[in-house]
């Protein structure tokens, strides 16, 4: 078996000077494990990258013809490099178009002490974020939103003059590719620290560029019931959703470890369930401000934010570009995150009516009923300790049915070439119909065999007529 090199030593040793800089280095000096490298070189990035491709087992290939960066990742997957050209002659200059100082340090890999130009290594002792100079967020706007981000992550302040050039470059976001600022806001609601990565957002004047919607929240006042406005109570809401994703056994007991892997499973856009529930808590109530009716009697509605929220939250998330499939989950927890409330009164359930709650919010069963929770906790207004103990309980018994129907999902006791044969009928919507029905009836314990499903089924044929 031929041995490889760690890349980073493979460079030591290379006659080409390489500096190690960027994220990979200021993480290195805060103590964060790294295992993605930016590397630059004083040579032609190419060539460098097939060298430490060819000693260190991994594989190189180009990430922009415009600028010559390239890539190297290893074959196990386990870390990647990226190569750029130094440009401007000397790493300061190179260092000089860089965002912030944190990131603006630079240390050769040949040896030779840590080249920090713009005081970074003090703001990293500071936990502070400070640009380099007033023109960094001119010369890319995608970097007022990073900042958030970056604040978020590391659990850094943000430096008030660079807060203040920040807002003033913040409308320009809107002309950054969505695909960019997407990967940004993802990692922003995906952080432990999601929600002051929200405040850092609106600190900036990144919301009203990126998200317009969330902003039109504020100041949107609500019934009785509540005690906090939309936007308020929407943070709320995404603060108790992180909370049930920490400790879900502080709320569903035996049912929390599923819960648990169920939310840290993948879903699309690099996000796990649990990062889409975020985005589910974020933007649930975003057609409130459309809704919002008042009475004569001075009683404030929303009816119909459910539909109308589900309609922008797809269409929130395709402006940034977002994967189908994210935009049809997040959609489908706003079109059914009130199902549950509505059902509280309805206790004690009955089969059919379990059934009817699992079957039309299938298949985020589950994660919109974690939600329906989140939401029925940060609703604090009127009688709201007798709301949120019922409501409670009925989640957790339909918790338990969702995921014992995600584990095991009902069928009716017969296939439909079996019941199309004993009924003489050919397959189509009156099939379709029909299954379903024994399914539900199935669900409910009514019935549990072929010969049961084909008498069944015949009195509904018989009732239908």
Partial sequence: MTSVDHPLAHLAR????????GGALRDRLLGRATS???VVVAGDPERVAHAVGSAAGGFAFAL???FGSWRVVAHSRSWQVDLLALTGGEIEADLGKRDLTVNALAEPLGGGGLVDPFGGLEDLRAAQLRMVSPRVFDQDPLRVLRVARLGCELEFAVDPATAAVARASAPRLAAVAPERVFSELRRI???PRALDGLELMAGVGATEAVLPELNALRGVQQSHFHHLDVYEHTIAVLGQTIELERTPESYFGADGEAVRELLAAPLANELSRGGALRFGALLHDVAKPATRRVSG???????GH???GAELASSILGRLRAGERLREHVAALTRHHLRLGFLV???PLTRHAIYRYLSACAPVQVDVTLLSVADRLATRGARSDEAIASHLKLARALLAEALSWLADPPRPPIRGDELARALRIVPGPEMGRLLRALEEASFAGEIKTAE??????????AGAG
Avoid: C, K, M
């Avoid at 290379?14 to 800089?21: F, N, R």
């Fill in 297 to 303: 009697g001075g009683r404030v509605t929303f009816l």
């Fill in 14 to 21: 290379s006659s080409v000077p390489a500096w190690l800089v």
């Fill in 452 to 461: 049961q499903a084909i008498q069944r089924a015949r009195q509904l044929l």
């Fill in 306 to 308: 459910d539909e109308l």
């Fill in 345 to 347: 009164h309805e206790q």
């Fill in 36 to 38: 993605d490298y930016d």
């Fill in 64 to 66: 922009s013809e415009g």
């Fill in 189 to 191: 609601i995906a952080s």
